[in-house]
C-alpha cells in the first residue's frame, strides 16, 4: 500500500478535481489511499493560497512519516517562490518519501534531485483524473506506485541517470540553487504552448549551460502558437540543431509531455517503484 498525500506548491485544484482522484484510486487501486490537504483548494491571486501557506502544506506533509509519497496536485507558475524555504525544512522522513510531479513541479523535482531528499519523479498530477483524455495518465503513475515497471519511459536503461523537465522550467533553474548537476545525465524536456522561436531561444540558453550531458530527448511539443512568419524548423530540428552546437548527443524522442501518453521518470537511475 502507497499512503499518498496531495499538496498543490503552485496553483489550485477543484474539489471535483480530488473527487476524481479519489473514486478512481478507490475503485481501481484499493491499495493505495490518497489523502488532499485543504491547502489545495485555496486561492491567493495566481496561487493555491500564500506563498507561506503553499509553503507550510508542502513541508507538513512532506515531514509526516504517515506517508509514503507526496503527490503535487497541478503544475502552473508558483513552485519556485516557495522552494528553496520548503527543502531548507525537510526532515528524515521527508527524505525517505517519493515525490511526483511535472511542468512547474520541475523547480521542486530539481531542488529535491540536488539536496538528495526523497526519489522525485516526473510523472503525471492528480488534476489529470477528471478528463476523459487524462486518467489514463494517472492510471500510469498509480500502477508505477504499485511497482509497474510498464509505466516508466521506455528508452530508460537502468544504467545512465535520466531526468525529465518542461524545457522553460529548466531553463529558469539553470545557475540557481535548485539546479542539480546533470553532467553525465540523460535530459528529456517537453514544452507546451511555447512559440518556436521561443523553443529555440530556450535550446540556445541550456546548450549553452548544459553541455557535459549523456544525451538529450526530446519529448512532445503540444499547443505551439501560430506566428506571423513560418520560423522555419520543427521542434526536432531545433533540437537537433542545438545539440549539433554544443556537442550534446541527440538520442531521440522521449514519451513526455502535456500528453496523455506522459510516462514515468524519476529522477537518477530507473527502477520499480520506491514508494509505499
Not at 251 to 274: C, K, M, Y
Request: aromatic share 8%; net charge negative; proline share 5%.
Amino acid at each position: 500500500m502507497t499512503r499518498i498525500a496531495v499538496c498543490a506548491p503552485a496553483t489550485p485544484i477543484t474539489m471535483d478535481h480530488a473527487d476524481a482522484a479519489r473514486a478512481l484510486v478507490a475503485e481501481e487501486f484499493p491499495e493505495h489511499s490518497i489523502t488532499f490537504h485543504d491547502q489545495c483548494f485555496l486561492q491567493s491571486g495566481h496561487f493555491a493560497g500564500t506563498d507561506l501557506q503553499r509553503m507550510e502544506a508542502l513541508v507538513e506533509l512532506a515531514n509526516d512519516p504517515q506517508y509514503d509519497a507526496v503527490w503535487f496536485a497541478r503544475g502552473g507558475y508558483g513552485s519556485n517562490r516557495i522552494a528553496e524555504a520548503a527543502l531548507a525544512r525537510m526532515n528524515a522522513a521527508a527524505r525517505a518519501k517519493t515525490y511526483v510531479g511535472f511542468s512547474d513541479m520541475g523547480y521542486l523535482l530539481g531542488g529535491l534531485y540536488r539536496h538528495g531528499i526523497g526519489q522525485p519523479v516526473h510523472g503525471s498530477m492528480p488534476i489529470s483524473a477528471a478528463s476523459d483524455t487524462g486518467r489514463d495518465a494517472v492510471r500510469r503513475v498509480l500502477r508505477w506506485f504499485a511497482g509497474g515497471g510498464d509505466a516508466l519511459e521506455p528508452r530508460l536503461d537502468g544504467k545512465t541517470p535520466a531526468v525529465a523537465f518542461n524545457l522553460i522550467t529548466l531553463a529558469m533553474l539553470t545557475d540557481t540553487p535548485l539546479m542539480p548537476d546533470l553532467t553525465g545525465h540523460v535530459v528529456m524536456v517537453e514544452e507546451v504552448s511555447e512559440h518556436l522561436y521561443s523553443i529555440d531561444r530556450l535550446f540556445f540558453h541550456i546548450a549553452n549551460t548544459l553541455p557535459r550531458l549523456a544525451g538529450l530527448r526530446l519529448g512532445a511539443v503540444t499547443d505551439v502558437p501560430e506566428n506571423h512568419v513560418e520560423f522555419g524548423q520543427n521542434a526536432e530540428e531545433i533540437a537537433q540543431f542545438w545539440c549539433a552546437r554544443a556537442g550534446i548527443p541527440y538520442l531521440g524522442r522521449a514519451e513526455i509531455g502535456h500528453i496523455s501518453a506522459n510516462r514515468i521518470v524519476p529522477f537518477g537511475l530507473a527502477s520499480p517503484s520506491t514508494a509505499g
